[in-house]
Protein backbone atom coordinates (compact mmCIF):
# COMPACT_ATOMS: atom_id res chain seq x y z
CA UNK A 1 0.00 0.00 0.00
CA UNK A 2 1.23 3.54 -1.02
CA UNK A 3 1.29 5.94 1.85
CA UNK A 4 2.52 9.95 1.52
CA UNK A 5 4.50 10.68 4.38
CA UNK A 6 5.15 14.63 4.23
CA UNK A 7 7.57 16.07 7.12
CA UNK A 8 9.48 19.53 7.74
CA UNK A 9 6.46 22.02 9.10
CA UNK A 10 6.81 24.24 11.52
CA UNK A 11 6.49 27.68 13.10
CA UNK A 12 8.77 29.82 11.92
CA UNK A 13 8.63 33.18 11.63
CA UNK A 14 8.25 35.41 8.60
CA UNK A 15 11.31 35.81 6.58
CA UNK A 16 12.59 32.18 7.62
CA UNK A 17 12.92 28.93 5.30
CA UNK A 18 11.72 25.89 5.99
CA UNK A 19 12.80 22.55 3.39
CA UNK A 20 9.34 19.91 3.47
CA UNK A 21 10.37 16.33 2.53
CA UNK A 22 7.87 13.95 0.93
CA UNK A 23 8.18 9.94 0.49
CA UNK A 24 6.22 7.32 -0.97
CA UNK A 25 5.89 4.91 1.06
CA UNK A 26 5.68 1.62 -0.59
CA UNK A 27 6.01 2.94 -4.01
CA UNK A 28 8.16 0.91 -6.55
CA UNK A 29 10.90 2.84 -8.34
CA UNK A 30 9.33 2.13 -11.71
CA UNK A 31 5.89 3.87 -10.92
CA UNK A 32 7.49 6.71 -8.98
CA UNK A 33 10.01 7.47 -12.01
CA UNK A 34 7.78 8.77 -14.30
CA UNK A 35 5.50 10.45 -12.30
CA UNK A 36 5.32 14.42 -12.09
CA UNK A 37 4.39 15.31 -8.72
CA UNK A 38 3.59 18.20 -7.02
CA UNK A 39 3.23 20.02 -3.39
CA UNK A 40 -0.32 21.79 -2.87
CA UNK A 41 -0.89 23.80 -0.08
CA UNK A 42 -5.00 24.07 1.79
CA UNK A 43 -4.87 27.27 3.95
CA UNK A 44 -7.93 27.53 6.77
CA UNK A 45 -11.16 27.92 4.45
CA UNK A 46 -9.87 27.70 0.94
CA UNK A 47 -9.26 24.92 -1.02
CA UNK A 48 -6.24 23.46 -1.92
CA UNK A 49 -3.91 24.30 -4.23
CA UNK A 50 -0.85 23.42 -6.52
CA UNK A 51 2.09 25.62 -5.12
CA UNK A 52 4.92 23.89 -7.63
CA UNK A 53 5.36 20.59 -9.53
CA UNK A 54 8.31 18.64 -10.83
CA UNK A 55 8.85 16.38 -13.64
CA UNK A 56 12.61 16.76 -14.21
CA UNK A 57 15.26 18.95 -12.58
CA UNK A 58 14.49 21.32 -15.56
CA UNK A 59 11.02 21.47 -15.84
CA UNK A 60 9.38 23.30 -12.88
CA UNK A 61 6.45 25.35 -12.66
CA UNK A 62 5.54 27.44 -9.84
CA UNK A 63 2.55 29.19 -8.44
CA UNK A 64 3.43 32.88 -9.15
CA UNK A 65 2.72 33.34 -5.43
CA UNK A 66 5.88 31.51 -4.67
CA UNK A 67 7.87 31.98 -7.64
CA UNK A 68 11.46 32.73 -6.61
CA UNK A 69 10.93 32.01 -3.06
CA UNK A 70 10.25 28.18 -3.37
CA UNK A 71 12.11 25.71 -5.22
CA UNK A 72 11.03 21.67 -5.37
CA UNK A 73 13.09 18.83 -6.44
CA UNK A 74 13.59 15.00 -6.40
CA UNK A 75 15.06 12.20 -5.63
CA UNK A 76 14.07 9.24 -7.18
CA UNK A 77 16.37 6.89 -5.66
CA UNK A 78 14.84 7.44 -2.92
CA UNK A 79 11.41 7.78 -4.20
CA UNK A 80 11.44 11.65 -1.64
CA UNK A 81 10.11 14.68 -3.20
CA UNK A 82 11.48 18.32 -1.48
CA UNK A 83 10.48 21.85 -1.46
CA UNK A 84 12.39 24.60 0.19
CA UNK A 85 10.57 27.30 0.93
CA UNK A 86 12.80 30.72 1.71
CA UNK A 87 11.74 34.02 2.80
CA UNK A 88 8.20 32.73 3.99
CA UNK A 89 5.37 35.35 4.99
CA UNK A 90 2.29 34.71 6.64
CA UNK A 91 0.47 33.70 3.11
CA UNK A 92 2.34 30.64 3.07
CA UNK A 93 0.91 29.64 6.39
CA UNK A 94 -1.22 26.39 5.34
CA UNK A 95 -1.19 22.27 5.21
CA UNK A 96 1.19 21.05 2.66
CA UNK A 97 0.86 18.06 0.86
CA UNK A 98 2.30 16.25 -1.82
CA UNK A 99 1.00 13.87 -4.29
CA UNK A 100 1.45 13.08 -8.28
CA UNK A 101 -0.27 16.31 -10.79
CA UNK A 102 -2.60 13.66 -11.24
CA UNK A 103 -3.55 13.35 -7.84
CA UNK A 104 -3.52 9.89 -7.94
CA UNK A 105 -2.30 8.51 -4.51
CA UNK A 106 -4.63 8.93 -1.02
CA UNK A 107 -3.38 12.14 0.64
CA UNK A 108 -1.31 12.12 3.15
CA UNK A 109 -1.32 13.85 6.80
CA UNK A 110 0.24 16.95 5.34
CA UNK A 111 2.76 19.40 7.34
CA UNK A 112 1.76 22.15 8.73
CA UNK A 113 3.34 25.29 8.00
CA UNK A 114 2.81 28.44 10.31
CA UNK A 115 3.90 32.00 9.56
CA UNK A 116 2.74 34.16 12.53
CA UNK A 117 1.79 37.53 10.92
Known amino acids: QVRLLESGGALVQAGGSLRLSCKAS???????????WGWYRQAPGKQRELVAS???????NYADSVQGRFTISRDNSRKMVYLQMNNLKPDDTAVYYC????????WGQGAQVTVPG
Open 54 to 60: VATPRDT
Open 26 to 36: GMITSVFNPNN
Open 99 to 106: NTLQQALP
